[in-house]
């Protein structure tokens, strides 16, 4: 069968919400700009507002980032858009949804249908029992993706699992984590098993540490009542951290096939043991003082969050793999709100050279891996003073991609997510069984959290975080170089 026999719809469910207007919709009309879709694709919201089409794009058309000469380009995409307003809760409202796919189908041999719940966990349950009753396509294939949370500990999520496996086939089921589709983690991969250079020296030999930093330089802005409900943990840590620190200490696939990929990575997580508290910092920020606009104000002065809330917005784990590749190595997580930088980055930090001959002058090499922002890998190492000097100084080889490929521009992280859905490709998503593992590793922890109320180390807006998390690192054998800072190298 010809690909233009066969059409396809995307059905944003929730697409009313900020969700739908500041991600979804974006990133399907860069496909569609970028002429990405497959062959007779259209577009449907769905939600409980009543909206127009015209008044869909008004809410959305902020967000599209549209170019000086895309306004045609725009009507063309909000030309292929259909909305349906539905209670979620109702099935004869799903039956209406179904009616105006199955309309857009007529004319074409196979209709495949992809369904994004870009809403709350709240209505998962009722939403997915419709759209298996009413809504699945029966010429060709339906797909579901579900945005995080995936639950809240590893019974809720359990439960998640189980009605969602009750309703579809896991192939069908796609847990959409975005941090696996960006760039550097998704060359993790590469740069672990494509260079022979690196196979020898990674494991508990050659390597110290490996630290996995998430920070960002605002604090929740309003989102606040979202955030407490969860937490660091929950929203960062379980997650996104997680499936970085995966693809960081998984052992090599036999093949890059998606069920080989995700059974290394389910391997590596049932080695870790359950996070204790005593490996763990937690911290909320507090306002600084001397500072100026959203900077002065901490999280407790968020409006939203409630009132005298313990809910840390900075945590620091230490975990460990029992494992002949990592037993002794620790993997310090840390992911926090409210720094002093944006910045994720993965750092592997290599042992002392044995025997030094430099009198204590060898800093640690390490490698680093820059998710975002400014995208890079560079390998920090001891080289001559330039000249006459018989010092010795860091500094690094590097690849910044910036500079080294200026003219490619990098797709978001939906972007090449949404499209593997189409193609049905599950390499970058979360199966049943990896989830659970995580949530196994954490749910103790957070249910000792909030069983004794844990109250967090303040620490300043605009700061590194809690001091207790450097010393903890310190305490694991991490070691600071002071005199080291990587600079940016400028396009050439």
Known sequence: MSASKECSTFIVMGASGDLAKKKIYPTLWQLYKKELFPANTKIVGYARSALSITQLKERV?????????????????????EYVRGAYDEKEAFDNLAAKIWKLEQGFTAGNRLFYLALPPSVFDVVTTNIKLCCMSKTGWSRVIVEKPFGKDLES?????????????????????????????QNLMVLRFANCILGPVWNRNYINNVVITFKEPFGTKGRGGYFDEFGIIRDVMQNHLLQIFCLTAMEKPCSNAAGDIRDEKVKVLKSVPPIELDDVVLGQYV???????DIKEGYLDDPTVPTGSITPTYAMAVMKIKNERWDGVPFIVKCGKALNERKTEVRVQFKDVPGDIFEGKAKRNELVIRVQPNEAVYLKMMTKQPGMSDDIVESELDLTYKARYKDVPLPDAYERLILDVFYGLQTNFVRSDELAEAWRIFTPLLHQIDREK?????????????PEADAKAKGEGFCFSPSYKWNKPQPF
């Open 61 to 81: 058309k902020p967000f599209l980032k549209l170019g000086a000469d895309e306004e045609k380009k725009c009507d063309d995409f909000f030309g292929i858009n």
């Open 157 to 185: 999520s359990e439960k998640l699992s189980s009605h969602l496996a009750g309703l579809f086939k896991e192939e069908e089921i796609y847990r959409i984590d975005h941090y696996l589709g960006k760039e550097m983690v």
């Open 287 to 293: 306002g600084d003082p001397k500072g100026e606009g």
């Open 454 to 466: 844990i109250k967090p180390t303040p620490y300043v807006y605009g700061s590194r975080g809690p």
